[in-house]
């Protein structure tokens, strides 16, 4: 062999190769996304075809057994990967989704705009009437639909009932768009803005623009000053499906506004950038948790992908999204013990997600793929753009499997994560070399 200007030791590019010939079917070409029909059978894959270890799937179990869960579901490429009900709790069984319902709500808003409905910049009271709250006429003013799917009215939360949507119960706090505050009431408003808007009924309406299509079989139901939509698993699947295709179900297009849909999935406002139009987004340099005015640093689950975007619900009421990996995750069950609605939201799904990453056969030995998470997505086309996970203490290089370094890789924008793959590089597997604290560490780099 020619000298090479970087090598690899002999042990590391074996374990690299045979990383690469247990692991890499699942990369090969591009996967079409599966739509499962409105009756019938719902395709599955095996865990073994993705290098899941049965020892590693019934850890996960078990640590949701204790938690007492009582559905779980991954989907991989819209078909089902993993399926577990727990108890009495079957596939027909119905549970509620909490504030995961929100979410639901937010894509609704949307699709009623999209068909000129109504406007986000509309003022509330254009649908809710005059004195819907005990606030000034000025200050009702200034609450438009937009405040409402952001978390930001201004209406105080604080109060002996923070779910009331009596006038009486909902005062003011801050100036509209100046404060987050995850409050119950100022959302469940929405359900009678979109009733005013399209004239109907909410269930009705969203059974006509895209539940049924998308064999979604559910309902919102009043429970108090609530509206919680109750569902199969499977359902909740089916809509964390949709949101991964991003509004297209199967060829259809049910949202075609892709700038709402963009603005549902990325932050809304700044005061709380892990939040979106009633959707919890992970991989944000901070976040706010629910009955919480402080402002956490880092990303909301660490452990999980950073592009992950998820409708989260009291109890763990769970549909996380993610669009790099085409996974779908599905949790409903009771409260999993604990305190909190912050440690409900951030502990717990993480938790989850460090058992889901133990997943593959080799998370067993860690030394065979190190730091095997650290960067996504993979694989990535030439041109495309990869996030970086950990600290590094120089910039990453591409390195083809001989060792030799081919290029050094520039951050989008100064110290940002994100570096931009070369338009120029031939399809194929490379090594992306990472020097962090904890030492250097070559990691299979997929190139599509």
Known sequence: MNAINVPLPACKKLIFLLWIWFFLPQFGKAQ?????????????????????????IDSLYNYLGQKNTKAFLILKDGKIVLEKYFGNFTQDSIWYWASAGKTLTAFTVGLAQQEGLLKLSDASNKYLGAGWSSLSSAR??????????????????????????????????????????YHNAAYTLLDQVIEGATGGNLNLYMTKKFTTTVGMKGLFVKAGYNNVYFSTARTMARFGLLLLNKGTWNGTVIMSDTQYFRQQTNSSQTINPSYGYLTWLNGKSAFMAPGSQIRFP???????????????????????????????????????????????????????????????????????IPGAKNFFPNPVKAGG????????????????????????????????????VPENLPKGIYVLRLNTSQGTQDLPLVIE
């Not at 120089?394 to 570096?419: C, H, K, V, W, Y």
């Open 32 to 56: 079409t996304t599966y739509f499962p029909p409105n009756t019938g059978t719902w395709e599955t894959i095996t865990p073994q075809s993705l290098g899941w270890c049965a020892s590693n």
């Open 385 to 420: 753009e990869i996030t970086v996970n950990t600290p590094l203490l120089q910039l990453p290089t591409i390195l083809d499997l001989t060792g030799r370094a081919l290029i050094r890789l520039l951050p989008m924008i100064e110290n940002s994560p994100n570096f931009l």
């Open 298 to 368: 880092g990303s909301l689950n660490p452990d999980a992908p950073n592009d992950m975007i998820c409708a989260w619900g009291k109890n763990g009421q769970y549909i996380n999204v993610v669009p790099s990996q085409k996974l779908v995750l599905i949790r409903m069950g009771n409260a999993p013990g604990g305190s909190g609605a912050a440690a409900m939201a951030v502990g717990f799904n993480n938790d989850i997600w460090k058992y889901v990453n133990r997943l593959p056969c080799a998370a067993q030995n860690e030394t065979l």
């Open 140 to 181: 009702e003013d200034s609450i438009k639909v937009w405040h409402h799917l952001t978390m930001t009215t201004g209406l105080d939360d604080g109060g002996a009932d923070p779910d009331c949507t009596d006038p009486k119960c909902l005062t003011y706090k801050a100036a509209a768009g100046t404060r987050w505050a």
